[in-house]
């Protein structure tokens, strides 16, 4: 316990080059939180809108195959029970929405232009689109589809209605109001023709030129389909999913928006990555820099150790004194460093965030630092330190006794 | 039998790649209780051989037998305890530890022995009422005169109830008068605490405090015999 005290009260012996030498630690560590804070946010935003653009938290289908090609092929993978597993599903007290969805290939003709579409059907409820001026993120229970360009998307009960893509539209020459007849294969092989009218057109990067829109009733109604491809559920809370993938019954293929977020998943990976060199370069710095003040310290108490040992304190228990006085700095460090990476993250939100460029607009991001990580942060601060003061350690207990008091 | 027996003992030490002697072929026995004055010039071997004595150094031929044990057979672990439980040390710089107050510096030696806490407590503030500075235990010692400083050294040094108390130089860095006060403190209290004394010093003036006077020049002892 007396080593504790003296570790912690050597700390404070000299204030100013402690700080000093802490200083890149609470540095770099400030900058992690600050950085954590900068990419959670994002990668918070990056994933709810990955989820709400067209995955959803849950997916449920009749069988695995369907998740490798069954958005090509949606017949073959017909929910047979869809409406009794949506009801059940809506009773769960952590289900937000749950809603069938559809799709169907189809060729798109106005006069003497045509056009392949694969149209996704959802209920009409259940899809948004954001308006072209400013950035509206889309409710809870909704998917965010795209961005409005022009007309106003379908409202439940309206038949035969589509939203076409940026690309499909100007490929087809075709504005809100137009009619335009699809032409697509039903279940049982045959063809089936019919016109449906263009209530909008929107755009999404990469989706506008393939995929187009329709409600859930009017493509259960073309195509004759008997029952959803998917059932898909929007969670209350995020961290319900694994509760209600396993409420599901056992005789469906359930997948979450993790499985399914390939892409979101990539790219979360590539900037924890990031986050962790930066980590490791920082923590690396730290042991260079506390393994040289270390050193110096050891150097200049040459006689304290002396005088210790000569009252009969063993070799291990200076070890373990110089060690835990470094563990102690980088603890300190640390929990100095996070403390200002808040207090920054703070400030920097209340000025508004940090500015990041989306889908060409501007937009503040706020940070959101992590609680989580803070003892991590400390344990390893305080662990590299400890490795950082090893070496100095040895040197105070390689020399007798009476060489340590012979220091000047 | 002897508290201490230095048989032929040799030191030497490697400067600047060749071997230089402190003590040549010394030879001492020091019996239970005695006050010796280890005197010579600088550079004569008194504090090596006070470092064989106290184990904090060892020698390179010879042994040093303290209190019937063999100190060179010891492991260093079991040498920190020998030196903890037998031994108490004042140094002439006073060595006190900064970060810890006077009670603490005086106390820590029966922390390293687990003392109970209130053993520990009664016997450090009867010590620190011997040696006079009983009003300054909570004080640390950065703020002590230099004679305070090795009045809270002595009682250190005594706190354990040694067998062998170790004196470098205790008075060196004492204006005379001051010296001459803690030389009277460590008299009284090696009489009082029935320890060993054995202290160095180039100072006529401190070695008359000395029963024995233990003469050392290059290395060697050239004289031994009763203080006059």
């Known amino acids: 316990m007396k080593t504790i005290i003296m570790a912690w009260r050597n700390l404070l012996r000299q204030k100013r080059r402690t700080l000093i030498t802490l200083s890149a630690l609470i540095a770099g560590l400030c900058g ?22 067209g995955i959803g938290h849950l997916q449920i289908a009749r069988s695995p195959e369907y998740f490798q090609d069954g958005e090509f092929n949606p017949y073959a993978y017909a929910l047979k029970d869809d409406e009794k597993l949506i009801s ?96 697509a294969v039903l279940p049982d092989g045959g063809l089936n023709g019919r016109d449906f009218t263009v209530d909008a057109v929107y755009k999404a990067p990469g989706r506008d030129k393939i995929f187009a829109f329709t409600d859930y009733a009017t493509a259960v109604d073309f ?27 056992a005789d469906h293929a359930v997948r979450t928006w993790h499985d399914l977020a390939t892409y979101f998943v990539q790219v979360n990976t590539m900037f924890t990555g990031f986050l962790n060199v930066i980590r490791a370069i920082i923590l690396l710095v730290t042991l260079f820099i506390m393994g040289n003040t270390m050193n110096r310290i050891v150097r200049e108490r040459m006689r304290e150790w002396g005088t210790l040992r000569a009252m009969g304190m063993k070799k291990k228990s200076i070890l373990l004194l110089v060690i835990l006085e470094g563990c102690f700095q980088g603890i300190v460090g640390a929990a100095l460093g996070i403390l200002l990476g808040f207090g920054v993250s703070a400030l920097l939100n209340l000025g508004g965030g940090i500015p990041f460029m989306a889908d060409g607009q501007r937009v503040m991001v706020k940070l959101l630092p992590s609680g989580q990580s803070i003892w991590w942060n400390l344990i390893l601060a305080g662990l590299f330190a400890a490795v950082a003061s090893f070496l100095p350690g040895l040197r105070a207990v390689k020399l007798t006794p009476s060489e340590c008091l012979r220091q000047v | 039998m002897s508290l201490i027996s230095v048989r032929n003992v040799q030191k030497s030490y490697r400067l600047e790649r060749t071997d230089t002697p402190a003590l040549m072929d010394v030879s001492l026995d020091v019996q239970a209780g005695e006050r010796v004055c280890l005197m010579g010039p600088s550079g004569s071997g008194k504090s090596t051989l006070l470092n064989l004595i106290g184990c904090i150094d060892t020698p390179t031929q010879g042994s040093v037998i303290v209190d019937g044990e063999d100190t060179g057979r010891l492991a260093d672990a079991r040498l920190s305890d020998f030196r903890n439980r037998r031994m108490g040390f004042i140094f002439q710089s006073f060595n006190l530890i900064p970060v810890l107050s006077v ?33 300054y235990a909570r004080r640390s010692p950065e703020n002590l005169s230099g004679g305070q400083r090795q009045r809270v050294s002595i009682a250190r040094a005594l706190v354990a109830r040694p067998r062998l108390v170790i004196a470098d130089e205790p008075t060196a860095s004492l204006d005379h008068a001051t010296g001459s006060s803690i030389m009277q403190l460590m008299v009284e209290m090696n009489e009082s605490e029935g320890a060993t004394l054995i202290f160095s010093t180039h100072d006529p003036a401190v070695s008359r405090y000395a029963r024995r006077i233990v003469k050392m020049l290059d290395g060697r002892i050239s004289e031994d015999g009763s203080a006059a």
């Open chain 1, 223 to 249: 195509t004759g389909i008997q029952g959803a491809a998917v059932v898909h559920v929007l969670a209350k809370d995020i961290r319900a999913v694994p509760s209600l993938a396993a409420s599901v019954p």
């Open chain 2, 103 to 135: 009670f603490e510096n005086v106390e820590y030696p029966l922390l390293l022995q687990k003392v109970p806490a209130k053993e520990r407590r009664a016997r450090v503030e009867e010590l620190l009422g011997k040696v006079g500075i009983a009003e």
């Open chain 1, 88 to 183: 059940g599903l809506a009773g769960h007290p952590g289900v937000l929405a749950a809603f069938p969805s559809t799709g169907f290939t189809a060729i798109a003709g106005k006069g003497d232009k045509s056009a392949t579409l694969l149209v996704k059907a959802y209920p009409a409820e259940r899809m948004f689109f954001a308006p072209a001026r400013g950035r509206v993120s889309p409710p809870a229970d909704r998917f965010g589809l795209g961005t409005l360009l022009a007309g106003s998307p379908p409202s439940a009960g309206e038949k035969d209605r589509l939203v076409l893509g940026e690309t499909a539209a100007r490929i087809l020459g075709v504005t809100p109001g137009a009619v335009v007849t699809l032409m």
């Open chain 1, 32 to 53: 992690v939180v600050v950085f954590q804070g900068y990419i959670t946010s994002l990668m918070r935003s990056f994933r709810d809108s990955t989820i709400r653009s």
